[in-house]
Antibody, heavy 122, light 105 residues
Framework: QVTLRESGPALVKPTQTLTLTCTFSGFSLNTNFMSVSWIRQPPGKALEWLALIDWDEERYYSPSLKTRLSISKDTSKNQVVLTMTNMDPVDTATYYC??????????????WGQGILVTVSS | DIQMTQSPSTLSASVGDRVIITCRASQSVDSWLAWYQQKPGKAPELLIFKASNLETGVPSRFSGSGSGTEFTLTISSLQPDDFATYYC????????FGQGTKVEI
């Protein structure tokens, strides 16, 4: 059974760095074609893809946010960590991690975590 | 960046209706397109991948079609459980979501 769970602070102050952890089970990020993405959703708004790391340690970032993002994995702990620097109130959102296992292309997200609401406020 | 535009933004429908949602890409994404359903307070769920492939466990009343820049999600007979927001996502060049289509009564 595949599960993902996000963890991290619910509240961060402007200019601080956000660190979120995705802990997963039921698959290995060492397995070919597996990848984990981070996606966010501001309250009442659309989904926005942020970053992806795959089984081969390839990393991809949203072009509009790449200077602020870093993604890494710890396969021994089955975790993927996202850091976002210089947080601003507009970054207030629910942050999701999700898996892709499609051998054709890393894209369709077949399992999602429940999400974590992060509020940026002083 | 590839922009994804869904229409309509909101759709009013009744149980039993045939519902069609359109997604347009600002440039060709071939068939690298997925559709998701999201209910309030929940994570999205994958419905369709590679434009027309039904994810395991998804009811057959859902179908997808299209390629290049024009795609559609069709619900053949709307059920009470289908009132939700639907998103398209391209994965040909990075990953981009549409703005969503809310299906309401």
């Amino acid at each position: 059974q595949v599960t993902l769970r996000e963890s991290g602070p619910a509240l961060v102050k402007p200019t601080q760095t956000l660190t979120l952890t995705c802990t997963f089970s039921g698959f290995s990020l060492n397995t070919n074609f597996m990848s984990v993405s981070w996606i966010r959703q501001p309250p009442g708004k659309a989904l926005e893809w942020l970053a992806l790391i795959d089984w081969d340690e390839e990393r991809y970032y949203s072009p509009s946010l790449k200077t602020r993002l870093s993604i890494s994995k710890d396969t021994s702990k089955n975790q993927v960590v996202l850091t976002m620097t210089n947080m601003d109130p507009v970054d207030t959102a629910t942050y999701y991690c999700a898996r892709s296992s499609d051998p054709a292309a890393a894209g369709p997200l077949d399992y999602w975590g429940q999400g974590i609401l992060v509020t940026v406020s002083s | 960046d590839i922009q994804m535009t869904q229409s309509p933004s909101t759709l009013s429908a009744s149980v039993g209706d045939r519902v069609i949602i359109t997604c347009r890409a600002s440039q060709s994404v071939d068939s690298w397109l997925a559709w998701y359903q999201q209910k309030p307070g929940k994570a999205p769920e994958l419905l369709i991948f590679k434009a027309s492939n039904l994810e395991t466990g998804v009811p057959s009343r859902f179908s997808g079609s299209g390629s290049g820049t024009e795609f559609t999600l069709t619900i053949s007979s709307l059920q009470p459980d289908d009132f939700a927001t639907y998103y398209c996502q391209q994965y040909n060049n990075f990953w981009t979501f549409g703005q969503g289509t809310k299906v309401e009564i």
